[in-house]
């Protein structure tokens, strides 16, 4: 069974700061997601990643994936007001069918 | 990219009642799937949608419970039968887009309240 573990799962901090979400997962991956969502509000896609090394970067957001570890990143730089969300990272598998199995989500608050 | 609506955005039902919910996707896609957001929590699939044959439901959910049409490749419903107020949640649809990079993207949900 495919699990999806994300720390940390709340992330309070203050704005031009730096940090990092991690996002673990158990088995052999196709595709890694990450996702924002606002309060009261669907699912905004960020970053697709593909392939092991792969970096993806916008704005004050950039995500890498390490498929040997099975480990993705979301590093927040310089972090601003705007970027409270919740971030959620999600993988699939091409022969599960595609469908995608969400960690637990991580709340970001950013503090002025 | 897909642009996904959903209907109804929201509803208030009462217990033992129904309620189905619209997907509708502005282009063809192959792959439909189903998401329950429960309050406070991540996101659970519930089923995909194929079209022209029933729905694959997971683990923890069945068609009695949570019905599946998928009539074309540009919209499928979602019923919630005979509702209690664990159904409260956001539901919403996901399709994946048929040409590279085959990303998912999520329609705006359903908020659904059961009293």
């Known amino acids: 069974e495919l699990k999806v573990e994300q720390n940390p799962l709340f992330l309070s901090m203050q704005e031009g700061k730096n940090y990092t979400i991690y996002c673990n997962y158990s088995?052999?991956?196709?595709?890694l997601y990450w996702y924002r969502q606002d309060p009261g509000k669907s699912l905004e896609s960020l970053f697709v990643?593909?392939?092991?090394?792969a970096v993806k970067q916008e704005g004050r957001l950039m995500a890498s994936l390490d498929t040997k570890a099975r480990l993705s990143t979301l590093h927040i730089t310089a972090a601003v007001h705007d970027l409270s969300a919740t971030y959620f990272c999600?993988?699939?598998?091409?022969?599960?069918?595609?469908?995608?199995?969400f960690g637990a989500g991580t709340i970001l608050r950013v503090k002025s | 990219s897909a642009v996904i609506s959903q209907k109804p955005s929201r509803d208030i039902c009462q217990r033992g009642t129904s309620l189905t919910i619209q997907c509708q996707v502005d282009s063809q896609v192959t792959m439909m799937f189903w998401y329950r957001q429960q309050p406070g929590q991540s996101l659970t699939l519930i089923a995909t949608a194929n079209q022209g044959s029933e729905a694959t439901y997971e683990s923890g959910f069945v068609i009695d419970k949570f019905p599946i049409s998928r009539p074309n490749l540009t919209f499928s419903t979602l019923t919630v039968s005979n509702m209690s107020p664990e159904d409260s949640s956001i539901y919403l649809c996901?399709?994946?887009?048929?040409?590279?990079?085959?990303?998912?993207?999520f329609g705006p949900g359903t908020r659904l309240t059961v009293t």
């Open positions: 088995t052999t991956s196709d595709r």
């Open positions: 996901s399709v994946e887009t048929s040409g590279p990079p085959y990303e998912q993207y």
């Open positions: 990643l593909l392939s092991n090394g």
């Open positions: 999600a993988v699939d598998i091409i022969e599960y069918g595609n469908k995608l199995v």
